[in-house]
């Protein structure tokens, strides 16, 4: 079992930015890809970004690229997620999952393992 608590979210201005922090229990999560999502009020949850076992590799979705960056701390079994130049389209629940044995691209196609309660973010215009 792998137990995923997020922190970090919070009200922001537009512009503006946050960093969300995932932090592992009960496993090593070298063993994990992880992954950030986003559910919003009436939408379905969404990959944000995800990232290799090693780190090496990162994939985003096309509206956070180029603004948001995932990292891993495999020694403080920690995942990050930088935030920068929030919209408020950038407005949800965000969720921090974990996938065994999985890659980067495959957390945004396949059911992941397993997931934190999730931390708002909110952007005002």
């Known amino acids: 079992q792998v137990q995923l608590v997020e922190s970090g979210g919070g009200l922001v201005q537009a512009g503006g930015s946050l960093r969300l922090s995932c932090a592992a229990s009960g496993r090593t999560i070298s063993d994990y890809a992880m992954g950030w999502f986003r559910q919003a009020p009436g939408k379905e949850r969404s990959i944000v970004a995800a990232i290799s076992r090693s780190g090496i590799t990162t994939t985003y979705a096309e509206s956070v690229k180029g603004r948001f960056t995932i990292s891993r701390d495999n020694a403080k079994n920690m995942v990050s997620l930088q935030m920068n130049s929030l919209k408020p389209e950038d407005t949800a629940v965000y969720y921090c999952?974990?996938?065994?044995?999985?890659?980067?691209?495959?957390?945004?196609?396949?059911?992941?393992?397993?997931w934190g309660q999730g931390t708002q973010v909110t952007v005002s215009s």
């Open positions: 999952a974990a996938k065994y044995k999985s890659t980067a691209q495959a957390m945004g196609i396949t059911s992941s393992d397993y």
